[in-house]
T-cell receptor, first 112, second 115 residues
Framework: SQTIHQWPATLVQPVGSPLSLECTVEGTSNPNLYWYRQAAGRGLQLLFYSVGIGQISSEVPQNLSASRPQDRQFILSSKKLLLSDSGFYLC???????????FGPGTRLTVL | AQKITQTQPGMFVQEKEAVTLDCTYDTSDQSYGLFWYKQPSSGEMIFLIYQGSYDEQNATEGRYSLNFQKARKSANLVISASQLGDSAMYFCAMRDGDSSYKLIFGSGTRLLVRP
């Protein structure tokens, strides 16, 4: 069965510091991968998605970037965090046929 | 542009009763998919149920069923025999027909189950 991992679970970072969130998937090959952000009490905002190694599409212009160095690894990064980057970050992998997405446990990021 | 609307910010239901969570969508595509996810207080998004636009029968998964009314562009989630563990945020989402890659989410409905 497929499993998706995210770490860290929680993170507190100062403004201007770098960021690296990692997501890995087990039990499937060549998945679509996604990064979402959820502000407190709000819905999900798609940040990036990837349909293959090295292929990244950005949905929202911001100071974040994503990379997919391996088939089942998806990384979200920032060189300098802003206060507005605080939120709950969710990684997901998706089925090609139906588009159903399965989510990881998430990372709660607080930028101070 | 595709859009998902959930008009109920919060709902209450008595334990063991059924509840319907509303979702309407807007799309000009003929092929699309509709999803419901549950988000408990832990934050994880849990996939509940899927309905394809060409599926003639309403989708069901255990106590969850999707009341799909294509002409009205609605995809309401029905939870039967509510349990205390059903208390959570519920999100409706749509996959557009142009791409199988992206989901568009509604703003969510918070469901509280009363004992």
């Amino acid at each position: 069965s497929q499993t998706i991992h995210q770490w860290p679970a929680t993170l507190v970072q100062p403004v201007g510091s770098p960021l690296s969130l990692e997501c890995t998937v087990e039990g499937t090959s060549n998945p679509n991968l996604y990064w979402y952000r959820q502000a407190a009490g709000r819905g999900l905002q798609l940040l990036f998605y990837s349909v293959g190694i090295g292929q990244i599409s950005s949905e929202v212009p911001q100071n974040l970037s994503a990379s997919r160095p391996q088939d089942r690894q998806f990384i979200l990064s920032s060189k300098k965090l802003l206060l507005s980057d605080s939120g709950f970050y969710l990684c997901a992998w998706g089925l090609w046929a139906s588009g159903t997405q399965y989510f990881g446990p998430g990372t709660r990021l607080t930028v101070l | 542009a595709q859009k998902i609307t959930q008009t109920q910010p919060g709902m209450f239901v008595q334990e063991k009763e059924a509840v319907t969570l509303d979702c309407t969508y807007d799309t000009s595509d003929q092929s699309y998919g509709l999803f419901w996810y549950k988000q408990p207080s832990s934050g994880e998004m849990i996939f509940l149920i899927y309905q394809g636009s060409y599926d003639e029968q309403n989708a069901t998964e255990g106590r969850y069923s999707l009341n799909f009314q294509k002409a009205r562009k609605s995809a309401n989630l029905v939870i039967s025999a509510s349990q205390l563990g059903d208390s959570a945020m519920y999100f409706c989402a749509m996959r557009d027909g142009d791409s199988s890659y992206k989901l568009i989410f509604g703003s969510g409905t918070r469901l509280l189950v009363r004992p």
